[in-house]
């Protein structure tokens, strides 16, 4: 059964940068649609960004635009989200998925915070 495990995350300034990993055990990612999505507390879990299988198509939240990328290693089936310039509104636990499937990772926590 495929799971998913996220890794990378931890606590970084404003203006400082992440680079976040999701990788799969019991199955592939290589041919599915991922996302990445965060729950700060108190908040509503959201999109992130979202990627389809040959990565040709992309789509992310309108407060991430330009800082943050999604981007897949297909030799190491992994997925990862790059995340630049961060901010404190940023903080919160970010989940990789693979779409479709509701295969949810169990969350890395991203603290931004002077």
């Known amino acids: 059964q495929l799971q998913l495990v996220e890794s990378g995350g931890g606590l970084v300034q404003p203006g400082g940068s992440l680079k976040l990993s999701c990788t799969p055990s019991?199955?592939?990612?290589?041919?599915?649609?991922v996302g990445w999505f965060r729950q700060a507390p108190g908040k509503e879990r959201e999109k992130v960004a979202c990627?389809?299988?040959?990565?040709?198509?992309?789509n992310y939240a309108d407060s991430v635009k330009g800082r943050f990328t999604i981007s897949r290693d297909s030799a190491k089936n992994t997925v990862y989200l790059e995340m630049n310039n961060l901010k404190p509104e940023d903080t919160a636990v970010y989940y990789c998925?693979?779409?479709?499937?509701?295969?949810w990772g169990q969350g890395t926590q991203v603290t931004v915070s002077s």
């Open positions: 998925a693979a779409l479709g499937v509701g295969i």
């Open positions: 019991g199955g592939g990612l290589n041919s599915r649609a």
């Open positions: 990627m389809n299988s040959n990565a040709r198509w992309t």
